[in-house]
């Protein structure tokens, strides 16, 4: 679970830097990471400045851009996407318990 819970916080950094006013001169983005014994929870909040939700978006396999939050949804077991005046968070969660196996959605 390492690798994948390493790639969705990469990919969710690198939408705050691209695609909001956290990747501006005096921009950041806050990211929180919570480990129990049933659940990875990593949550990245931007800067805002977006105009409008991260949302996930289904490319082609030719496009250069626009897959991040599409690949992070089907590594997750679940993916929110919070909206407040100052910003999104988005959270992606990993369950470290799937007894029966499968997707737990």
Known sequence: ????????VSELSANAILHTASGQDSGSFHL????????IAMSVTDDGGAGTAPKIERQDQDAEHGRGLGMVSVIAH???VHESDD????????????R?????C
């Open 32 to 39: 929180a990471l919570a480990v129990s014994a049933q659940v």
């Open 87 to 98: 910003g999104h968070t988005v959270t992606a969660e990993l369950f470290t318990d799937l």
């Open 78 to 80: 679940r993916v929110v």
């Open 1 to 8: 679970m390492a690798e994948d819970a390493e790639l969705i």
């Open 100 to 104: 029966g196996g499968g997707h737990p």
